[in-house]
């Protein structure tokens, strides 16, 4: 009998803390998940954590957790206001966009700030629809961790996947062994254009023979070559 009345006691607590949250998360606005800034996320987070204890623990008040969940709510309202309202705070609060793409192809150093490599940034062209590291202009990551991407007006319409040849000085041995061509190959193209591996950011090669090459610090280059026994893919 005693272990029906703790499950009833379990199943109307919890119900609560679910309309208590629903409330609150309604009133936070209609912001979706991937949308969050950073302190909204943390927001959400805390306030998962905070209805979970109140609802398995019945030796704690229920309405600690509702309290709880109440302040972080005016928490929520608190940074909104700070972040709408001064115009300095809102770039410590929920950060700013990082241009990783620009006129002269990948910017290095925003990709560390961010903790992200060129593999990262390719996945997210791929996401956005952009299969060449040269069909966008500008490509950056917004504050809230969404990406963006601004495309050449004439960029041509992809019909090759370009694999990933070196990334970051190092080459991908298994992509060279996806398209069957050795390091030899690109090892004489770097040769003729004066640059050796290690300097090499990125270096992409698709099937019609189009390379795309950026060393350090340098802009992009874009070549075409013509593969060993009329290789395509």
Same mark, same amino acid.
């Given at each position: 009998?005693?272990?029906?009345?703790?499950?009833?006691?379990v199943i109307i607590?919890?119900?609560?803390?679910?309309?208590?949250?629903?409330?609150?998360?309604?009133?936070?606005?209609?912001?979706?998940?991937?949308?969050?800034?950073?302190?909204?996320? +943390? @927001?959400?987070?805390?306030?998962? #954590?905070?209805?979970? *204890?109140?609802?398995?623990?019945?030796? @704690?008040?229920?309405?600690?957790? *509702?309290?709880?969940?109440? &302040?972080?709510?005016?928490?929520? #309202? /608190?940074? &909104?206001?700070?972040?709408?309202?001064?115009?300095?705070?809102?770039?410590? @609060? =929920?950060?700013?966009? =990082?241009? +990783?793409?620009?006129?002269?192809?990948?910017?290095?150093?925003? /990709?560390?700030?961010?903790?992200?490599?060129?593999?990262?940034? @390719?996945?997210?062209?791929? &996401?956005?629809?952009?299969f060449s590291l040269?069909?966008?202009?500008?490509?950056?990551?917004? =504050?809230?961790?969404?990406?963006?991407?601004?495309?050449?007006?004439?960029?041509e319409d992809q019909?090759?996947?370009?694999?990933?040849?070196?990334?970051?000085?190092?080459?991908?041995?298994?992509?060279?062994?996806?398209?069957?061509?050795?390091?030899?190959?690109?090892?004489?193209?770097?040769?003729?254009?004066?640059?050796?591996?290690?300097?090499?950011?990125?270096? &992409?090669?698709?099937?019609?023979?189009?390379?795309?090459?950026? #060393?350090?610090?340098?802009?992009?280059?874009?070549?075409?070559?013509?593969?060993?026994?009329?290789?395509?893919?």
């Amino acid at each position: 009998m005693s272990e029906t009345v703790g499950m009833v006691l379990v199943i109307i607590r919890t119900a609560i803390i679910f309309f208590a949250l629903l409330i609150i998360m309604r009133l936070m606005g209609k912001r979706q998940i991937g949308e969050m800034q950073p302190f909204e996320l +943390v @927001i959400t987070l805390l306030i998962a #954590e905070l209805a979970c *204890i109140p609802m398995a623990d019945s030796s @704690i008040p229920l309405l600690y957790g *509702i309290i709880s969940v109440v &302040t972080i709510y005016v928490l929520h #309202e /608190l940074m &909104t206001l700070l972040d709408l309202k001064i115009k300095p705070l809102k770039g410590l @609060i =929920s950060g700013k966009p =990082s241009l +990783v793409i620009n006129k002269n192809g990948i910017d290095d150093y925003q /990709l560390k700030r961010n903790n992200l490599d060129v593999s990262d940034l @390719i996945e997210s062209l791929r &996401t956005a629809g952009y299969f060449s590291l040269d069909c966008v202009d500008y490509a950056l990551y917004e =504050s809230n961790g969404q990406f963006s991407a601004l495309p050449k007006e004439d960029y041509e319409d992809q019909s090759s996947l370009p694999v990933v040849i070196i990334d970051n000085g190092k080459y991908n041995r298994k992509n060279l062994g996806l398209i069957g061509l050795g390091e030899s190959f690109f090892d004489e193209i770097l040769s003729k254009e004066k640059t050796k591996r290690k300097k090499v950011l990125v270096l &992409t090669a698709d099937g019609r023979g189009k390379l795309y090459l950026q #060393e350090k610090g340098k802009k992009y280059r874009v070549l075409r070559v013509q593969y060993p026994d009329g290789k395509a893919w």
